[in-house]
Nanobody, 117 residues
Framework: QVQLVESGGGLVQPGGSLRLSCAAS????????MGWYRQAPGKQRELVAT???????NYADSLKGRFTISRDNAKNTVYLQMNSLQPEDTAVYYC???????????WGQGTQVTVSS
């Protein structure tokens, strides 16, 4: 059974940082593109970042420079370091795993990030 379990969300003040983690099980982690997406209230889910292999990354243009995605294949975990957070970053952040070369994908349950003073 595939499980993607996100953690690390919470309440942070503007300008603060958070590090999200997503632990995967039930998949051959090395063969998956891992990604973070987010959905703010009343908005569609949007791409934050993806990582394929150890170093091939892709970011939403608006988030480049503030967010960093990384992965630890030994721990089957993907991370999202978020810096200089702003209220507009408030959303539920979802982890996604997509099997390389296929449309097979899995989602985590999401973790809430709230940026507020």
């Amino acid at each position: 059974q595939v499980q993607l379990v996100e953690s690390g969300g919470g309440l942070v003040q503007p300008g603060g940082s958070l590090r999200l983690s997503c632990a995967a099980s039930g998949i051959a982690f090395n063969f998956y593109t891992m990604g973070w997406y987010r959905q703010a209230p009343g908005k569609q889910r949007e791409l934050v970042a993806t990582i394929t292999g150890p170093y091939s990354t892709n970011y939403a243009d608006s988030l480049k420079g503030r967010f960093t995605i990384s992965r630890d294949n030994a721990k089957n975990t993907v991370y999202l370091q978020m810096n200089s957070l702003q209220p507009e970053d408030t959303a539920v952040y979802y982890c996604r795993a997509q099997r390389l070369g296929t449309f097979t994908a899995y989602w985590g349950q999401g973790t809430q990030v709230t940026v507020s003073s």
